[in-house]
């Protein structure tokens, strides 16, 4: 009988079993003791004390480790490798010549020019030229003391001499009209020259050129205007003509 119910039926079961016995505890008093809170902070349980007592330091002092530098763990013989102090001052030599001055009240500055002006070099009163040992030490409207290696050396001003730098833009000369003289060579562009007429030339016979068509077309308009005026004065005259009174015979 017992191996013919199934594994529901026994789950089923003991589903049960475990609820009827919950419900003969909460008849025994099961949770009867548990409530709320006292109102009164002094009817509650005690808050345990909670007490700390200093201890040393785990690590301990710095000076229990001496022995870790002086006998390196990863080095083969135990023993501090040499460390070889590099020297960061810069010995390039500097070749450059002062071109411009800045002194307000608040910056000392001056800048300095090498190769040829292809490199240019900002410095402050007091620091260091780039990629140089030499220390801008004073500077004046017009010169520059720096010091270095060698001692110091005086930088003046440098002035435009009037060599190097791009040539200045070609102007044209404009050449005014003039009546041919007798006896003067034949001009640029004109019959009997051997040069061509310059853009220059050509841009002055074409503004001769459309003078002289302003000219010939006000002088048109005026004779047109001064024809309109006669046709019209020939027209009131033969209307008055017409409506003159006939003289009686």
């Known amino acids: ?24 505890l909460a008849f025994a008093g099961l949770g009867g003791r548990v409530g709320p809170h006292p109102g009164d902070p002094a009817l509650g349980p005690p808050i345990p004390e909670l007490r700390f007592s ?15 530098g002086d006998r390196p763990l ?19 030599p500097f070749n450059g010549v002062l071109t411009s001055v800045l002194i307000t009240d608040t910056l000392r500055m001056a800048i300095f020019s090498e190769e040829n002006g292809q490199v240019s070099k900002r410095v402050r009163l007091g620091d260091t030229v780039p990629a140089t040992s030499w220390r801008l ?75 002289r068509s302003a000219a010939d077309q006000a002088q048109i308009d005026a004779i047109r205007a001064r024809i309109e005026a006669r046709r019209a004065q020939l027209a009131e005259q033969k209307a008055k003509n017409n409506n003159a009174p006939v003289a009686e015979q």
């Open 137 to 211: 030490a004073s500077l004046e409207p017009r010169r520059a003391v720096l010091e270095g290696p060698e001692g110091q050396r005086v930088l003046d001003l440098r002035v435009f001499d009037g060599q190097g730098g791009a040539a200045p833009t070609p102007v044209a000369a404009i050449v005014e009209d003039k009546p041919d003289t007798p006896g003067a060579p034949a001009a640029a562009g004109q019959p009997g020259s051997s040069n061509p007429p310059s853009l220059v030339q050509q841009a002055s016979q074409a503004r001769a050129e459309s003078q």
């Open 74 to 92: 990863f080095n083969p013989d135990r023993r501090p490798a040499p460390v070889a102090i590099a020297n960061t001052e810069q010995q390039a």
């Open 1 to 24: 009988m017992l191996e013919a119910l199934r594994p529901a039926t026994w789950l089923s079961g003991a589903v049960a079993a475990w609820c009827v016995g919950l419900l003969l």
């Open 54 to 68: 200093e201890n040393a330091p785990r690590l301990g002092a710095a000076t229990d480790y001496l022995a870790v």
